[in-house]
């Protein structure tokens, strides 16, 4: 099985930053995809920004000029930074995690717990 761990939410004021990390583990053995998505209080859950183990990206446009999503391949890490936050980027962020396992059956795909940010203006 794989398991993803994130850090780093928290509390922060309109315009200050938050890094949030994601690692996975478990009979990995390789990750194609990463990602975070979100999900704000009566909202669905939508994508901010993903990234391959080729260093592509994909970013929603809420998150364009503000977000940088980056990946550790050998510490099967995705890292999201987050900068000049704004109320509307409140939300529960999750991290997404698609590759192959040891296991059956043999791909995953896979969620986080999620971690709250909470941006007061």
């Known amino acids: 099985q794989v398991q993803l761990v994130e850090s780093g939410g928290g509390s922060v004021q309109a315009g200050g930053s938050l890094r949030l990390s994601c690692v996975a583990s478990g009979s990995i053995i390789s990750i194609n995809v990463m990602g975070w998505y979100r999900q704000a209080p009566g909202k669905q859950r939508e994508l901010v920004a993903r990234?391959?183990?080729?260093?592509?990206?994909n970013y929603a446009d809420a998150a364009k000029g503000r977000f940088t999503i980056s990946m550790d391949n050998h510490e099967n890490t995705v890292y999201l930074q987050m900068k000049n936050l704004k109320p509307e980027d409140t939300a529960v962020y999750y991290c997404n995690a698609e590759g192959e396992e040891t296991t059956k059956p043999w791909e995953f795909e896979v969620w986080g717990q999620g971690t709250l940010v909470t941006v007061s203006s």
């Open positions: 990234i391959d183990s080729d260093g592509n990206t």
